[in-house]
């Protein structure tokens, strides 16, 4: 078991342009997280998957961002005309829910972002 | 809505010291409460949890309690290493409307230990 990876582990992009990262969890956990984490805060939750469905979105994430869980394998979180603003560190973390409380959460080492 | 509330670092000690880093929380329903770790230049790491009332978390030579009649989770350790230097930060995890256990993150503490 290798843990939750994400790729790329650092983006500089321009502002306007789209970038997507990835995240593939440990295998065979079920649920998938994405947060982001800004200088010197705890990360946010954005979004989470269990399976291949999408069940709930944070109102953090505007119309720019977008997420699948293809197969309810890896993820993708896709962000269009990026700006400023979302520089940041995006998280990844996935967990094995077996339908009680007793769920922890395993996190990426994360792909930092910059916007130029 | 939930919310945890960390007390601000950095906190600087020297090694062998005692650790106490605060934290309280809010929450509507029955929060897990975790303590995760974050090493410059590398993800978070789970360090401990507890799952309800009473319950000690512990790992590392680390513990927390989780006390519901002052909403806190405060961490301690007896005696830290240089090893130790990181930022840690307290989370709860409630139910969403997804059905989803999100985490709520407080700000974060840095804890240096110096020789």
């Known amino acids: 078991d290798t843990g939750v990876s994400q790729d790329p582990r650092h983006k500089i992009t321009k502002r306007g342009q789209n970038v997507t990262f990835r995240c593939d969890p440990i295998?065979?956990?079920?649920?998938l997280y994405w947060y982001r984490q800004t200088l010197g805060q705890g990360p946010e939750f954005l979004t989470y998957?269990?399976?291949?469905?999408?069940?709930?979105k944070s109102r953090l994430l505007s119309d720019r961002f977008s997420a699948e869980r293809p197969k309810g394998s890896f993820s993708t979180l896709e962000i269009q005309r990026t700006e400023q603003g979302d520089s940041a560190m995006y998280l990844c973390?996935?967990?094995?829910?077996?339908?009680?409380?007793?769920?922890?959460?395993?996190f990426g080492p994360g792909t930092r972002l910059l916007v130029l | 809505g939930d919310s945890v509330t960390q007390m601000e670092g950095p906190v600087t000690l020297s090694e062998e010291a005692f650790l106490t880093i605060n934290c309280t929380y809010t929450?509507?329903?029955?929060?897990?409460l975790f303590w995760y770790v974050q090493y410059p230049g590398e993800g978070l790491q789970l360090l401990l949890k507890?799952?309800?009332?009473?319950d000690k978390g512990s790992n590392k030579g680390f513990e927390a309690t989780y006390r519901k009649e002052t909403t806190s989770f405060h961490l301690e350790k007896g005696s830290v290493q240089v090893s130790d230097s990181a930022v840690y930060f307290c989370?709860?995890?409630?139910?969403?409307?997804?059905?989803?256990?999100?985490?709520?993150f407080g700000t974060g503490t840095q804890l240096k230990v110096e020789l």
């Open positions: 973390a996935s967990s094995a829910f077996t339908g009680t409380f007793q769920e922890t959460q395993y």
């Open positions: 295998s065979e956990h079920n649920r």
């Open positions: 998957f269990q399976n291949e469905a999408q069940l709930e």
């Open positions: 929450a509507t329903g029955y929060p897990s």
């Open positions: 507890a799952t309800k009332a009473d």
């Open positions: 989370a709860l995890s409630d139910q969403g409307t997804g059905g989803g256990n999100k985490l709520t």
